[in-house]
């Protein structure tokens, strides 16, 4: 599963972060974000559990072992 730096800026502060569509259980997650140099994906943990919010389609994901990235500060 791909996410953006508001994603993984809300995981790395509570743990979780809310998805469009519900990913598989213990997926990887890959952060995509651009550069000076172009697009970069780093693989920054996986999916540890998935909770979905009402009837919006929207769920919660819950992470494991997110991996700090330089240059992105919470």
Known sequence: ???NIEQYKQARNTGAFESPSP???????T???LTGQGRREL???YVV???????CGR????TA???AVK????
């Open 1 to 3: 599963m791909y996410i």
């Open 23 to 29: 990913p598989q259980q213990m997926e990887r997650i």
């Open 31 to 33: 952060l995509k974000m």
């Open 43 to 45: 693989d920054v943990g």
């Open 49 to 55: 559990e998935i909770k979905l919010m009402g009837g």
């Open 59 to 62: 769920c919660m994901v819950t």
């Open 65 to 67: 072992k997110l991996v």
């Open 71 to 74: 240059g992105i500060y919470v």
